[in-house]
């Protein structure tokens, strides 16, 4: 019975069609961070994101931030390896993806929100492509530039940040219909939820540790006295 279900999970999710929808829906993130308004309202509603494109993307950033740390000139970036870990890195990268998205339909759905979480997240995963597509190419520049050439690698670097950011706000707009005044208020509150949320789950791991410490302190009390 199990070997009759899984080739139809694997031809489910690597046919053809799948592939020609996956690849469509990626190259679609050309179109929308070009044409950022009427692509993003296409992006949700019309379907032409999807979540394997954005997790791709997701997974791309989080592969050039490897990357990054790995290959780039020591001129532009020191790295001390003994304390680099990659699941850090990668968790500094989809933790605040999540809990933005989490913050952000938590105030938005209030407020007549259109965006659903999943919207959300694929809009944020969208908006993120330029700091592929530069970030990227600049790991190799940084090896070939001298340090007094170094302002066009500060620049470009910036350039990505600033025009994912910009991204970002005309996805926000798009997907919850909202202005540009009401996005930006709506954009800083999220990013006090998002404190509101690290700072709850701070106390909650950290109850979590004292209680596990209290158990384990009561077992060992008890095997002391008992044995």
């Keep these: 019975m199990n070997g009759s279900i899984r080739p139809g999970i694997f031809s ?22 070009v044409h950022p308004f009427d692509g993003f309202w296409d992006l949700t509603r019309e379907c032409r994101g999807s979540m394997q494109a954005a997790n791709f993307i997701v997974f791309l950033v989080m592969l050039t931030r490897v990357l990054q740390l790995q290959y ?74 001298t340090v007094e050439e170094g302002a066009f690698h500060a620049v470009l670097s910036s350039i990505s940040l600033l025009w994912s950011g910009l991204l970002l706000i005309c996805a926000m ?8 005044g009401k996005t930006l208020a709506f954009m800083v509150m999220s990013a006090f939820g998002m404190l509101v949320i690290i700072f709850i789950m701070l106390i909650f791991f950290s109850l979590i540790s004292d209680g596990i410490a209290y158990f384990v302190s009561l077992y060992k009390e008890l095997s002391f006295r008992l044995y």
Aim: hydrophobic share 50%.
């Design 12 to 33: 489910r999710y690597f046919s053809r069609e799948w592939r020609g929808h996956f690849v469509s829906t990626l190259r679609y993130a050309l179109h929308v961070i």
């Design 173 to 180: 707009m798009m997907i919850h219909d909202y202005s540009l």
């Design 72 to 145: 780039t000139s020591f001129l532009f970036m020191r790295v001390n390896w003994a304390r680099i870990n990659v699941f850090t890195e990668c968790l500094s990268i989809l933790l605040p993806i999540g809990i933005w998205c989490l913050a952000n339909w938590s105030l938005t759905t209030l407020f007549e929100g259109k965006g659903r979480m999943r919207d959300i997240y694929i809009g944020t995963a969208y908006a993120m492509t330029p700091l592929v597509l530069i970030q990227l190419p600049l790991i190799l520049l940084s090896n070939v530039i």
